[in-house]
């Protein structure tokens, strides 16, 4: 099957590109901007119809939470406007679209695990662009899976774990948030639950489904930073602080940990624990110079 990554620059994206090795079966197209303009209809399908896509999977994304803020029209542009136009290019070539998303689809509010049937109410225009993304690709009617996940990071790009990485050879000491709860998630182990899903994949089928997919176990990100000065060998001193102490333009949801059990019921993943996952992303030769130490 060949298969289009869109926003392959990015976290996942990369993880992806990596991964292409464990699917030999698949021929693998990674695009990313300029070249590849998800909010381009027109590219897209020309796209899709001239390498005969089957799969769509698509990391591109506004992520910039705060900035979003304020770049109202460009996020919605990507998050949902980008999404409507993967899903139709999807319906005109009859391939699969696997469509990334993100708890920010929900408001924080919650003292369980957030499962996919329960309403949505995001938080801020980031969270209202993925969520009217989501809508669209359902609406559009495409065979397709949304897959939201939580607090992603990986050995490329930035994320709150490299950050933490080299604030923590910089500095004595640091304060991060601690009444903020969810899960971390190393986007290589992402990235490695999708190709098992498109190694599944029957193109016979359509598929309408919405998944949870995050690494196991619940944390703060005062335990996050924590784990990551102590795995880093990094001397740093991590305070815990409240999130009125550090005010941003978006507001962060209070409780993000979603429920995964449809997502290994429906597909047979395993999914490791958080602390698992940094720990293999800490032994990634790009995150090499942020570290003193691996103990």
């Known amino acids: 099957m060949n298969i289009l990554v869109t926003g392959s620059r990015g976290q996942l994206g990369s993880e992806l590109r990596e ?51 304020t770049d109202v029209a460009l996020a919605f542009m990507v998050n949902r406007d980008g999404a409507a136009v993967l899903a139709g290019a999807a319906r005109a070539c009859g391939a699969l679209l696997v469509h990334i998303s993100t708890d920010y689809v929900f408001d924080g509010r919650s003292c369980r695990p957030y499962r996919e049937e329960d309403p949505a109410s995001p938080c801020g225009v980031y969270g209202q662009s993925k969520w009217e993304g989501e809508e669209a690709i359902r609406r559009i009617g495409s065979s397709h899976l949304i897959i939201r996940t939580s607090w992603l990071y990986s050995a490329y790009g930035q994320n709150f774990v490299k950050t933490m990485l080299r604030l923590g050879r910089e500095r004595e000491s640091i304060g991060v948030v601690s009444d903020q ?75 993000s940990v979603l429920n995964k059990k449809m997502i290994r019921k429906e597909w047979g993943l395993e999914i490791p624990h958080w602390h698992d996952g940094l720990l293999r992303m800490l032994e990634h030769d790009a995150v090499a110079p942020l570290i003193t130490h691996h103990s």
Not at 48 to 67: L, M, P, S
Not at 222 to 229: C, E, F, K, R, S
Request: glycine share 8%; net charge negative.
């Open 19 to 69: 991964l292409q090795g464990s699917a030999a079966s698949h021929r693998f197209y990674f695009t990313d901007l300029p070249e590849f303009d998800i909010t381009s209809a027109g590219v897209a399908e020309a796209f899709c119809r001239e390498h005969g896509i089957g799969a769509i999977v698509n990391c591109a994304a506004y992520t910039a939470v705060d900035k979003a803020e």
């Open 181 to 255: 709860v969810g899960t971390p998630t190393y986007a290589r182990d992402l990235a490695a639950a999708i190709v098992s899903i498109l190694e599944q994949f029957d193109p016979s089928r359509h598929y309408t489904g919405t998944f949870h997919y995050s690494n196991e176990g619940v944390c703060s990100w005062y335990d996050l930073a924590m784990a990551v000065m102590s795995a880093g060998g990094l001397s740093c001193k991590v305070l815990p602080i409240e999130t009125s102490d550090y005010p941003t333009p978006a507001t962060r949801p209070a409780y």
